[in-house]
């Protein structure tokens, strides 16, 4: 498979080729469990599979078969994923649980009210230890590819 053609530089081409899968796979996922089709879906972040793995770990998968997985860029590569990933599943999730429990203190304070704000706290923000691993699969799966 020839990569390179969109910005001319195989790596981001890859990257970009397993966010664009993992955001298409979400799109499919709730047409096919929800039966609901969500075009808005492809643009947001969380749910499965991770599309930040999938694009850290294709990039990373990428650079090691081009330019060797014992060196420096590699390395960096790797470290950079790992803590793509562990945000994505840690710090992101932690966030969005707060956002719910803000929200839900807002439906039950008397004097304020979730109508006091422009709109609620966005609870979907981060990944489930599983759906970081299928994003890292789906990202290794289209690094191997180059």
Same mark, same amino acid.
């Given at each position: 498979m020839a990569f390179g053609i969109l910005t001319c530089n195989p790596i981001i081409d890859c990257g970009l080729l397993a966010w664009f899968l993992a955001q298409l796979i979400k #799109?499919? &996922?709730?047409? #096919?469990? &929800?039966?609901?089709?969500? &075009?808005r879906r492809f643009?947001?972040?969380?749910?499965m599979p991770s599309s930040h793995s999938a694009l850290v770990l294709a990039c990373t998968t990428a650079i090691g078969r081009l330019y060797g997985f014992e060196g420096p860029l590699f390395a960096l590569s790797v470290i950079l994923s790992a803590i793509v990933m562990y945000d994505a599943c840690n710090v992101r999730r932690s966030a969005g649980d707060t956002a719910r429990l803000v929200n839900q203190l807002l439906e039950h304070v008397e004097r304020l009210t979730a109508e006091d704000f422009a709109e609620n706290l966005r609870e979907v923000m981060g990944h489930t230890p599983l759906q970081v691993l299928m994003g890292a699969l789906l990202g290794f799966g289209v690094g191997l590819l180059v």
């Open positions: #799109v499919v &996922l709730d047409v #096919v469990l &929800l039966r609901k089709l969500d &075009l643009f947001s972040s969380g749910g």
